[in-house]
């Protein structure tokens, strides 16, 4: 049972980062008053690569745009 916490609370931990990881650079876009440019070019990039998570979708469009976060890699999976 311990083992099966352990697990959940990893996945809760990777899925608190990821989303944190995307509000900042969403907060980033905004800052710049450019948030829809980086959403249309983060939904662009889902349309080309179905397989991309949320966040490299969002580091590709904030990279697009010049707004991304110094920390921020794009990962492909």
Do not use: T
Not at 11 to 28: T, Y
Not at 39 to 44: L, T
Not at 60 to 77: C, P, Y
């Amino acid at each position: 049972m311990n083992e099966g916490m352990n697990i959940m609370n990893e996945q809760a931990l990777q899925e608190a980062i990821v989303n944190d990881k995307c509000d900042k650079i969403l907060a980033r876009a905004d800052f710049y008053n450019l948030q829809l440019e980086v959403i249309y070019s983060a939904f662009k990039h889902k349309e080309e690569f179905p397989k991309a998570s949320l966040l490299e979708c969002l580091q590709v469009g904030a990279d697009e745009w010049d707004v991304s976060l110094d920390e921020d890699a794009v990962v492909v999976e």
